[in-house]
C-alpha cells in the first residue's frame, strides 16, 4: 500500500509537469476576462485616458489633420526615406 503511494505521487508530478508543458505557451487573456469578476474596475477604466492611450488608427481616433491615410514617411532600416502606415494612435487629450 505504501509502496503504491510512493510510485504514485512520482508518477502524478511527472503527470502534472507534461501537462503543463503542454499547454504552457502564454497568450494575452483580454479585459474582458477580468471584466467577469472585476466588473467596477471595468467600468471605471472604460472610457478612460489609459483605457484610450493606445487605439487602432482611424479618422475618430487619429486627432490631427487626417487624411484617412495614415502613412509617415521616415528612414527605414536601410537608411533611406521610406512610406510606413501607421497603424495605432497613442495618447489621447491633451497629448496625441
Ligand atoms: C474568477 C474571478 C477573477 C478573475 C477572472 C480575475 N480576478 Fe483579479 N481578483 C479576484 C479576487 C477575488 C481578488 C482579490 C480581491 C481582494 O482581495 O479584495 C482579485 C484581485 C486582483 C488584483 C489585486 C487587487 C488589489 O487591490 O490588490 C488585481 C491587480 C487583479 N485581481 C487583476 C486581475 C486581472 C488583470 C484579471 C484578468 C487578467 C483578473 N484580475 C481576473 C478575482 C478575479
Redesign the pocket.
Known sequence: MRLGLVLFLPALLIFEFAIAGISSSPQY???S??A???AQ?DAQWSGSHHDLAMQPVTAKTVLGDKDNKFMVRTEGPDGKLQDYEIRYAFGVDPLQ
Do not use: M
Request: proline share 0%; glycine share 12%; net charge neutral.
Open positions: 487573456a483580454g479585459r476576462v477580468c467577469e469578476c472585476h474596475q
